[in-house]
């Protein structure tokens, strides 16, 4: 993490600001023992090294005030201890460096500080120091000139020390031979399958032992809730069947839209832009002598589809001069250079769609039908109030449907996923919400219709709700048969397994009398993918040493299993044989690395040196309980 966010600070007023902080992230050890300190002006001490009370207010504050705007609200007190125990931790953490930084003779001159500071693109405009934007910002952080110089002059120290300290760009080969092990070890097995056919089990229970096993398995028996459902369906669909259209009005329909039936011509249409008139001219006429326009792209750097503009329409075109143009060129065909403004183009069309205009009688059919479902949809909302009505007289929706002549629906029962007492598939009116307002309604409610996707309307009634219930033990004797038969040879199959491995010996011996052939799998890696082996029966191959059985649950021709395996050789890979994924995992670890080895110098570091805080200054800078700490 250290690694990772100093190299994310390019620039010193960012390292000021977030690579200090990182040392916060350090783990601090605990406070081993406490003592009175006298009061100063310093809030730490670590050997020769202080933390004022001045600096410790400025991060504590700056901190806090981070944190109140992030979360847009003012900081709760035990928020704010937080916040003081993590800075008393990277202001340690900084102290310990400084003070190795001065017993290391570490400095810093004024005109490499001034250097790095007149040289930070945040206080620059257009590439040169601006004094302005400088004295802008330290006014934003609270920070004088002064202030910052010694910041910048402590900020190099340090990274003059810890770049020499956890300057890790890799691994060291320990971690190298044993990340090639774990990753490339290939490891070769024999197997062979423990089958049903191969265990026995006693006779399936009855009566009250039948009874028993059931209710230890009676949850995965459950009758879901099912409702008993009528609808009354309005579908426009149907009604506009018998709807009489207007002739005149399908003919003043089309006049109205006509140009919205007629598809223009349109072309795939791909451009090269170049700087100026000759470049453009010099590569028109390599055309002319037989060099294709994908030929020109990739000159270019290109390929033919990063050239590619699109499908466009004449009117589509955001140029109308590249339009006039384009439009003119036959397939595959250059056009000439081109100025368009921001370039000098060559054009290339690749296809052409020709226009299609359709009169009056090729679409009459399809208005027709637009318009008839228009006024059946108005008949819906006609109808609408008539069945409510009969509703409200109390007519059944049968007697509804039989008078108006509308679709009538009738469900013996359908649960919350739409599937019925034999787990088939039951067939709703397509309605907004319809499976959901079924199940929120009580029995014999008058519900409100609800609109169809094509535009109709749809009322439901739940006639009869069947609660939710475990089934009982004589509708599903076979299936509790068939469960606890599996049960039985899933638990002889492991004990059989579990028999073998610890007879062990060679698998031939083993496996007599049980498989006929004995398998080799193609030698796997932990990574690998087998035909042959499942992950966890490879998981469970590099878990034990040479020779030794591992088994695990399989399949073979539909049946449950036991894969049988015995671990015949070892493949350790050449130590120098590290392919790129696995040098890239040392490079991704060696910033971890850094962090620890940082971590561990400043740990022992604040051990030799000897650490006091003064809990009292601290409490009086931050309104806390006085208590003074040291090391």
Do not use: C
């Amino acid at each position: 993490m250290l690694t990772a966010m100093r190299k994310g600070s390019d620039n010193w007023f960012v390292k000021i600001f977030l690579g200090i902080v990182v040392l916060g992230f350090i783990a601090t050890g605990g406070l081993l023992s406490y003592s009175s300190v006298q009061s100063s002006n310093y809030v730490a001490t670590v050997g020769d090294a202080n933390v004022t009370a001045d600096a410790f207010f400025a991060d504590y504050s700056q901190e806090a005030n981070n944190y109140s705007r992030r979360l847009g609200q003012a900081l709760q007190p035990q928020f704010l201890k937080l916040i003081e125990q993590t800075v008393i931790a990277r202001t340690v953490n900084r102290a310990t460096l400084e003070n190795t930084g001065k017993i290391m003779n570490l400095a810093i001159d004024d005109k490499a500080a001034s250097k790095t500071i007149t040289e930070d693109p945040n206080f620059q405009s257009n590439g040169i120091f601006d004094k302005a934007i400088f004295d802008g910002l330290l006014r934003q952080n609270n920070l004088s000139e002064k202030d910052y110089v010694a910041l910048i002059k402590e900020q190099k120290i340090l990274d003059q020390l810890t770049d020499g300290l956890v300057n890790v760009k890799y691994s060291p080969e320990i971690y190298a031979s044993i990340i090639n092990e774990f990753n490339d070890q290939e490891r070769i097995v024999e197997f062979f399958h423990i089958t049903p056919a191969n265990v026995e089990i006693g006779e399936v229970p009855t009566g009250d032992e039948l009874e028993t096993f059931y209710n230890t398995v009676i949850e995965q028996f459950d009758a879901p809730e099912y409702r008993q459902v009528e609808t009354l369906l309005l579908n426009p669909e149907l009604l506009a069947k018998d709807m009489q259209v207007d002739d005149e009005e399908v003919k003043a329909q089309y006049e109205l839209s006509k140009n919205s039936y007629n598809t223009p011509e349109t072309r795939t249409i791909s451009q090269l832009l170049y700087d100026n008139m000759d470049d453009a001219k010099a590569a028109y006429a390599k055309t002319q002598n037989g060099t294709t326009f994908a030929d020109l792209a990739v000159d270019k750097g290109a390929t033919s589809a990063g050239a590619l503009l699109g499908t466009f329409s004449k009117d589509n075109l955001p140029n109308q001069k590249m339009a006039e143009v384009a439009f003119l060129l036959d397939v595959f065909q250059v056009s000439q250079p081109l100025d368009l403004g921001l370039g000098i183009a060559l054009l290339q069309v690749s296809k052409i769609t020709v226009a299609e205009t359709k009169t009056f009688e090729d679409v009459k059919q399809s208005i027709e039908q637009s318009e008839a479902m228009r006024l059946a949809i108005d008949k819906v909302y006609e109808l609408r109030d008539d069945v409510e009505d009969e509703i409200a007289g109390g007519a059944t929706f049968k007697e509804i449907a039989d008078k108006f002549d509308i679709e009538f629906g009738a469900v013996e029962a359908i649960d919350v996923n739409s599937l019925d007492m034999n787990e088939q598939p039951v067939t709703l009116p397509v309605a907004l919400q319809l499976l959901g307002g079924i199940f929120n309604s009580d029995e014999a409610l008058d519900n409100e219709p609800l609109d169809t996707i094509n535009g109709g309307l749809v009322w439901y009634v739940v006639n009869k709700i069947t609660a939710r219930h475990n089934k009982d033990l004589s509708e599903v004797t076979d299936e509790v048969n068939a469960l606890w038969r599996g049960q039985e040879i899933e638990k002889a199959l492991l004990a059989k397994a579990e028999e073998l491995a610890a007879k062990g010996g060679d698998i031939d011996a083993l496996s007599d009398g049980i498989a006929e052939v004995i398998s080799v799998a193609s030698a796997v890696k932990r990574s690998t993918r087998s035909v042959q082996l499942s992950s966890e029966a490879i998981a469970a191959l590099f878990a034990v040493k040479q020779n030794a059985y591992a088994f695990v649950p399989a399949s073979l021709n539909g049946e449950n299993t036991y894969i049988m395996m015995q671990l015949k050789d070892i493949i350790n890979p050449d130590a120098i044989d590290m392919d790129e994924e696995n040098n890239q995992i040392l490079q991704s670890i060696a910033p971890n690395l850094a962090s620890t080895l940082l971590e561990s110098y400043i740990e022992n570091n604040k051990g030799v040196y000897g650490i006091s805080i003064n809990q009292d200054l601290i409490n009086r800078i931050v309104g806390g309980e006085a208590t003074s700490q040291q090391f």
